[in-house]
Every structure is written in C-alpha cells, then in structure tokens.
C-alpha cells in the first residue's frame, strides 16, 4: 500500500505561481510511474504531468513549457512546479503512483485556484 499525501495548493493570481508537493510512504517500492492529474468542475480528470514507467517524462499540451515535474528521491517527494498560470488551471490536483500488479494509488487531492 502506498500513501500520498498532497500540499502546496491555493489562491494564486494569474502569471504567478505554485509549488504542488506529494509526499510518499508505505510501501513505495516498485512504483513504477508518478504523477499529477487534475479536475476541473464539470470536467473529466486529465493527465498534467508524469514520470513514466519508462523514465520519461509526459506533460500536457496545455501546461508544456509552463509547469515541470521534478522528484526528490531522499525525501520520497514530487513535485509539480506551476509557472505562469492561468484561470484555466484552476482545479483539484491528485497525485498518483503506479506499481506492478497493483490498483493506481492517489492522494486525497489540493485546490489551485486562479483568479484576480
């Protein structure tokens, strides 16, 4: 079983920024792939950015060239950098974490919410 427990969410104006953060516990080896989704109101959960399974990393077109994944590995972290955002940025955002032979596991999600 594997835990993830997300911080870093809130109230931010456009163009500015935000640092999500996931922390990891439980049973964390063979995770195979991390990552963040996110949901908007009214709208199906979308992929932002990911780790995958084989050592790349997957970002949306949407936030490309704004936001990055990056990882901590000492402290069992990731993280998703938000830059330049926008109203349409506005949501929940989950991480997940995959492991072989597993169900996904995700965290209880943060708000971002964009706005003047």
């Known amino acids: 079983q594997v835990q993830l427990v997300e911080s870093g969410g809130g109230l931010v104006q456009p163009g500015g920024s935000l640092r999500l953060s996931c922390a990891v516990s439980?049973?964390?080896?063979?995770?195979?792939?991390m990552g963040w989704y996110r949901q908007a109101p009214g709208k199906q959960r979308e992929l932002v950015a990911a780790?995958?399974?084989?050592?790349?990393?997957n970002y949306a077109d949407s936030v490309k060239g704004r936001f990055t994944i990056s990882r901590d590995n000492a402290k069992n972290t990731v993280y998703l950098q938000m830059d330049s955002l926008k109203p349409g940025d506005t949501a929940v955002y989950f991480c997940?974490?995959?492991?072989?032979?597993?169900?996904?596991?995700w965290g209880q999600g943060t708000q971002v919410t964009v706005s003047s």
């Open positions: 439980g049973s964390i080896f063979s995770i195979n792939a």
């Open positions: 997940y974490a995959d492991k072989y032979f597993s169900p996904r596991s």
């Open positions: 780790f995958t399974s084989d050592g790349n990393t």
